[in-house]
């Protein structure tokens, strides 16, 4: 057992954290505030280039890789504060399930239901839609190809993240049932999405720990003071315990012999096993993201209720994701093994 | 980041399993809790009956007579006695975690000749003297005087939780032997049947007696009882917990997670199943105490590759200790009117509830954010040497 990441994890988060800041930094992504598109074709195709979608795709068209070096590579992707409907064309192409998700030629959306208005992101963009709940619910897999119509819809004028457009649409098709690979994309899909709000809630805490160290008042950097400090090291927490729980999660999708033997060690069936792993990481996630950018919020003072410190973008990215693939409260509920 | 045991990390888990499963049936029954010489009894004979197989001193290094277990074997150790329910490391604590450790990486020939194999076989009892009235999270502030009088250190002073010092044949002792601060402090062995010792056993919430004052008046301990050099007790003490693998919650984290599944079972019992709050506050501490099982991993595999657990320790602890409190909470409120008994209850269909190990539990949680170093403490040291957080001082 070595549960660290290998050499080659730490240089593929390496690898794509460089690649992020020299071709897609912040200022170059919120010049798209607003508008229809939130990531263009080109810078799309950065990702696709970079093997963002075809990381699990077996050699040689993609990268032969796991879940959990997926993980690494999407937690850099939530750090940086990408766009898109990243998660979608990321099981899209990994489960072979629409020509060209894996090029960047198409995007494939998620939606995972939900009570009240059915609000859709990326409308714009998207060639398909994998309608896919959370391990809280027991709804089926399905896939909508095309994607519904954006004129059917209409777009909010005031989207919750900027940076993703969202339409309102009156009816939602049924879509075709992906019965066979259904499990895996729920799966992978919610283990990905809480890597990315891991690399929420890591940069938050970054962000806070660079500005309590500069930030003066009384004489000295904020960061002297417990108060700060304390915030700080929550942040910490917060952060490593989800990130533990997510590789942990990520571990089991990619290997069933470690899934069999803690199955039967805990008595329980592989696929409850898996699924509590996968819940467990997801409801971590989205806890640790959303309190990470409420937190860094707080540290950086009134500075951070603006719209030009970025921390505003993590929070609403958090809680936009925080959406799909279950709730932190429905998940809870479910973990508790009480639930009908 | 890889789950999959090695072979020769599955074979030493099912010989341990095996051996385990062959050994405990075979085990007296536990003494009462305030039992003391019971109690002293019950532990090392079990710590015999691991020394006998092999297992003692599994995480000492093979010159100090220990097993040299990898950190992932240790691991594995401490997974399996908790699952198979095997008996807690008891009044062996402070000799096998704490003193024997010094002992191995400062102790002279002499001392480790003497000291080390009664630890191991289960023949001597350590408890610690750290600790004083007015010196806790500030430890480098203690008062405790030792003087040079010829081969002899005369010692006066008080020292605070210590446990097990009723039972104990040595005391591991840090007394000011030069000037304050840190560099004034040295590292004494004391015989615990010195004249001058006055124990007084503290009670805690529990109504139990874990810890005990110490008073010295004059006490002589001879000078080859010193650990490392005079005015040098501190930096031995700080490499004793270099020791630690990340290992060291195994234990509680495992309880805690069959204390979770017990009160699951109850709240179904009790017919509280469909209560949707109680739902998510169970199901939010399965997710936290897993994800502290993998946090457990990885901590354990960065000792295994660098020796020591790195930042995981005190974010691990902080963590934990927290959500301990909060199934202890939970547990309160789940047992209602049952938990305002430490006698054993049964529930409404005649079955035992548990109610009093869950009690149990609930004491001992209120102390984790304090023992071993304050969750404020902690904090401090997780902002400031992993976060580079401005010292205040």
């Not at chain 1, 108060?227 to 571990?251: F, G, N, T, W, Y």
């Not at chain 2, 888990?13 to 002293?40: C, F, I, K, V, Y």
């Not at chain 2, 195994?250 to 949707?276: I, P, Q, Y």
């Not at chain 2, 902690?378 to 040497?385: F, G, L």
């Amino acid at each position: 057992m070595d549960f660290r990441l290998s050499d080659d994890q730490a240089a593929l988060a390496e690898g794509i954290r460089s690649v992020l800041a020299g071709r897609l930094p912040l200022e170059r992504l919120r010049a798209a505030e607003g508008a229809e598109a939130a990531i263009g074709g080109e810078d799309w195709g950065v990702l696709a280039e970079t093997g963002v979608f075809s990381l699990t795709r077996p050699e040689p068209e993609g990268a032969g890789l796991g879940v959990a070096d997926a993980a690494v590579v999407f937690e850099e992707l939530g750090r940086a504060l990408v766009p898109g409907p990243l998660v979608g064309t990321f099981l899209a192409a990994s489960a072979g399930l629409l020509e060209g998700a894996a090029e960047g030629r198409v995007q494939v959306g998620v939606h995972s239901g939900g009570g009240g208005p059915i609000l859709l992101e990326h409308l714009a963009s998207l060639d398909a839609l994998l309608l896919l709940p959370g391990f809280d619910k027991r709804s089926t897999p399905r896939l909508l190809v095309p994607a519904p119509d954006a004129s059917t819809g209409t777009r909010l004028a005031h989207p919750l993240d900027p940076l993703t457009p969202m339409w309102l649409v009156p009816t939602l098709a049924a879509g075709d049932p992906v019965a066979d690979v259904g499990i895996t994309l729920v799966r992978d899909g919610s283990i990905l999405t809480a890597a990315l709000q891991v690399g929420h809630a890591a940069e938050a805490l970054d962000l806070a720990v660079a500005y309590a160290k500069q930030r003066q008042q009384f004489g000295k950097p904020i960061g002297t003071f417990q108060a700060i400090k304390h915030m700080c090291a929550d942040m910490l927490v917060r952060a490593e315990v989800a990130r533990s729980a997510v590789h942990a999660a990520a571990c089991l999708a990619d290997d069933a012999e470690v899934v069999a033997s803690e199955a039967e060690a805990a008595g329980s069936t592989p696929d409850a096993l898996v699924a509590r792993a996968v819940m467990g990481a997801k409801m971590l996630a989205d806890e640790a993201a959303v309190a990470n950018a409420r937190t860094a919020i707080q540290v950086h003072g009134g500075m951070g209720f603006t719209w030009e410190v970025p921390l505003h973008l993590h929070l609403k990215r958090s809680r936009l994701l925080a959406t799909t693939f279950g709730s932190p409260s429905s998940l809870s509920a479910a973990l508790s093994g009480l639930a009908p | 980041v890889d789950l999959r045991y090695t072979a020769a990390e599955q074979t030493f888990r099912d010989e341990l399993r095996a051996w385990l499963a062959a050994t405990l049936p075979g085990l007296p029954e536990a003494p009462a809790s305030d039992d003391w010489p019971g109690r002293r009894t019950y532990d090392l004979a079990w710590q015999r009956l691991l020394f006998d197989a092999g297992y003692a001193g599994v995480d000492w290094p093979a010159e100090g007579g220990g097993r040299g277990a990898s950190p992932i074997e240790q691991l594995i150790f401490k997974e399996e006695c908790e699952r198979a329910g095997a008996p807690y490391v008891g009044v062996s604590f402070v000799g096998l975690l704490h003193a024997g450790p010094t002992i191995i990486a400062e102790g002279s020939p002499e001392q480790k000749a003497r000291y080390l194999p009664p630890i191991l076989r289960g023949d001597e009892v350590w408890c610690q003297g750290f600790s004083e009235p007015d010196a806790g999270s500030d430890l480098a502030s203690l008062r405790t005087r030792a003087v040079r009088d010829g081969d002899d250190y005369v010692v006066n002073g008080s020292k605070i939780w210590t446990s097990h010092a009723e039972v104990a044949d040595h005391c591991e002792l840090l007394v000011r032997t030069g000037d304050d601060g840190n560099r004034g402090i040295s590292w004494l062995i004391m015989p615990m049947s010195s004249p001058g010792i006055e124990i007084r056993p503290l009670r805690t919430i529990a109504g139990s007696t874990e810890f005990a004052e110490l008073f010295l008046n004059e006490v002589r301990i001879p000078v080859a009882n010193r650990v490392g050099e005079e005015n040098d007790g501190w930096r031995v003490t700080m490499v004793t917990l270099s020791f630690e693998r990340g290992t060291a919650f195994v234990g509680e984290l495992l309880e805690c997670m069959r204390l979770l599944g017990s009160l699951t079972k109850v709240a179904r019992r009790l017919e509280l199943a469909g209560d949707l709050g109680l739902q998510r506050r169970l199901g939010h501490l399965v997710a936290a105490f897993d994800a502290l099982w993998a946090l457990t991993k990885r901590n354990v595999s960065e000792a295994a590759q660098t020796g020591v657990p790195g930042i995981g320790g005190s974010v691990f602890k902080l963590s934990f200790s927290e959500h301990s409190q909060a199934l202890g909470d939970l547990a309160m409120e789940v047992l209602d009117r049952a938990a305002l008994s430490a006698d054993p209850l049964d529930g409404p269909d005649g079955e035992a509830l548990g109610n009093e190990e869950q009690l149990h539990a609930w004491f001992k949680s209120i102390s984790s954010t304090i023992a071993a170093g304050t969750s404020q403490v902690q904090r401090n040291i997780v902002s400031e040497r992993i976060l580079g957080l401005p010292k205040a001082r």
